[in-house]
């Protein structure tokens, strides 16, 4: 067996395939397509990222660029039909290794199981939006529902890695709004004092693209949030400033949340 650099870019919804002594192994990724993209190996959805998440490349207006795959690498073993669906127009830019086997070579482990695996367990998203509505201000201690999600009694959704909040409306500083964790409307940070307030600063979880203001990413890695089916996760924005914030004159208040989210379903 011989390797390859793999660095490509995928055109939507074309449909490519593998040689019969080649084997791809896709271990970063990123996109410029503004909806779901999803990429499926032999019919099988094995991964679903946004520019929002996974920009196509690095660039100097993007904190962070393409997404480590890790263990949920994809595998496109040899004479395999693979494409990727997303907006018109939109690639996939994907990063890894090429396999050459040699001739009467066959594909073994770790790659045979993680491609019996990869329809299983792979890489998502979750997010979620919300308005606060044109020229309303927003009051003290007002908190609203962002995003909220439920897995199924098979499935398993582990955030342990970015995490990410685009915001417009107006100013924001320290000390006006926070995010908010719950797990079956319990919430995950319960013990505070009136000074010390509840909830994540959201100066502190830029969007992908605010370079202006914050070029670290954040990340739920040390301490991953687990969701185990039929529970449902909840995160909410918080006004924690002491009085009603007004956004810009015509404009809202608007945040929008992204979660990247390692997906498990039971066989």
């Known amino acids: 067996m011989k390797k390859f650099f793999l660095s490509k870019y995928l055109a939507v919804d074309t449909e490519y395939q593998t040689d019969k002594r080649q084997t791809l192994i896709i271990k970063k990724v990123g996109t410029n397509s503004t909806s779901k993209a999803t990429l499926s190996v032999d019919g099988t959805p094995c991964l679903e990222i946004i520019q929002n998440i996974a920009p196509l490349r690095k660039t100097s207006s993007t904190i962070i660029g393409l997404l ?4 949920y690498y994809v595998v496109v ?16 830019n994907i ?18 199981g993680r491609y019996g695996a990869q329809g299983r367990q792979y890489i998502t998203y979750v997010t979620g939006s919300y308005d606060h509505g044109t020229d309303t201000a927003w009051a003290a201690d007002d908190e609203n529902n ?35 964790t719950y797990i079956d409307n ?17 100066l502190n979880i830029p969007a992908y693209n605010e370079v202006s203001t ?34 810009a004159s015509g404009d809202s208040w608007t945040f929008t949340l992204y979660a990247v989210v390692k997906y498990h379903k039971k066989e």
């Open 95 to 112: 990063v890894g290794e090429i396999l050459q086997l040699e001739p009467g070579e066959n594909l073994g482990d770790p790659y045979l």
């Open 77 to 92: 073993p040899p004479e395999t039909k693979f494409k990727f669906t997303g907006s018109s127009g939109s690639y996939m």
């Open 186 to 202: 319990v919430p995950k940070e319960y013990i505070y004092s009136s000074s010390i307030k509840e909830g994540i600063d959201v």
């Open 146 to 180: 962002i995003v909220s999600v439920t897995p199924t009694t098979i499935e398993e959704y582990v955030l342990d890695k970015l995490l990410l909040l685009e915001k417009s409306g107006g100013t924001i500083n320290p000390r006006n709004f926070v995010l908010k």
């Open 214 to 247: 914050n070029e670290t990413p954040f990340s739920l890695k040390e301490l991953p949030i687990r969701l185990l089916g039929d529970h449902t996760l909840k995160f909410t924005i918080k006004n924690i400033s002491g009085s009603a914030l007004s956004p």
């Open 68 to 71: 480590d795959l890790e263990d």
